[in-house]
T-cell receptor, first 114, second 113 residues
Framework: DAGVIQSPRHEVTEMGQEVTLRCKPI?????LFWYRQTMMRGLELLIY????????DSGMPEDRFSAKMPNASFSTLKIQPSEPRDSAVYFC????????????FGPGTRLTVL | GESVGLHLPTLSVQEGDNSIINCAYS??????FIWYKQESGKGPQFIID?????DKRQGQRVTVLLNKTVKHLSLQIAATQPGDSAVYFC????????????FGQGTELSVKP
């Protein structure tokens, strides 16, 4: 199994540009999670999906952030427009929903907004 | 004002010694707990888990202890190696949370050769 796959691994963009982060969960997993990690705030859950349906997006910072999961093998996290304070490492993780099970993390996308 | 980063608790041990990393969890209803290891530049990696019907579980060189009375979780690493140097996170969840984990702030383990 290839594990959770994220792309790109690194993204440098300018303030105001749109950024799209991509995630392919582990095959057979029905829950997908997006996290953001910064030195200031640690590891924060942004949103999670069960069976492709968004369940809890209370961690999404603001309307500039949106996430989709069009099918069981793909999800995107989009920031539009991006701001310097969005600079962070963004992780995607997947797991089986029931019973609550281990979340397996991808390698992350390091985003730098200039 | 000036922003400051998180100051993670740090544990420094000599190679070959045993390490104990502690975690106080927040929800008395939590029934599933996981320890993760995060090396620099990588995503959190699963180490070991434990369900609330157990108070101890052992893996290879690692043991997790759960004390539900005081909401305390610990990770013991035997014969600590330089490759164990990383940040360790505990995480908790309940069966009705749909898999949503609550992470602790992390502890940085530094192993001196």
């Amino acid at each position: 199994d290839a594990g959770v796959i994220q792309s790109p691994r690194h993204e440098v963009t300018e303030m105001g540009q749109e950024v799209t982060l991509r995630c392919k969960p582990i095959s057979g997993h029905n829950s997908l999670f997006w996290y953001r990690q910064t030195m200031m705030r640690g590891l924060e859950l942004l949103i999670y999906f069960n069976n492709n349906v968004p369940i809890d997006d209370s961690g999404m910072p603001e309307d500039r952030f949106s996430a989709k999961m069009p099918n069981a093998s793909f999800s995107t996290l989009k920031i539009q427009p991006s701001e310097p304070r969005d600079s962070a490492v963004y992780f995607c993780a997947s797991s089986l929903e029931n019973p609550p099970d281990t979340q397996y993390f991808g390698p992350g996308t390091r985003l730098t907004v200039l | 004002g000036e922003s400051v980063g998180l100051h993670l608790p740090t544990l420094s041990v000599q190679e070959g010694d045993n390490s104990i990393i502690n975690c106080a969890y927040s929800n008395s209803a939590s029934d599933y707990f996981i320890w993760y290891k995060q090396e620099s530049g990588k995503g959190p990696q699963f180490i070991i888990d434990i369900r609330s019907n157990m108070d101890k579980r052992q893996g290879q060189r690692v043991t997790v202890l759960l004390n539900k009375t005081v909401k305390h979780l610990s990770l013991q690493i035997a014969a600590t190696q330089p490759g164990d140097s990383a940040v360790y996170f505990c995480a908790e969840t309940t069966y009705n949370q749909g898999g949503k984990l609550i992470f602790g702030q992390g502890t940085e383990l530094s192993v001196k050769p």
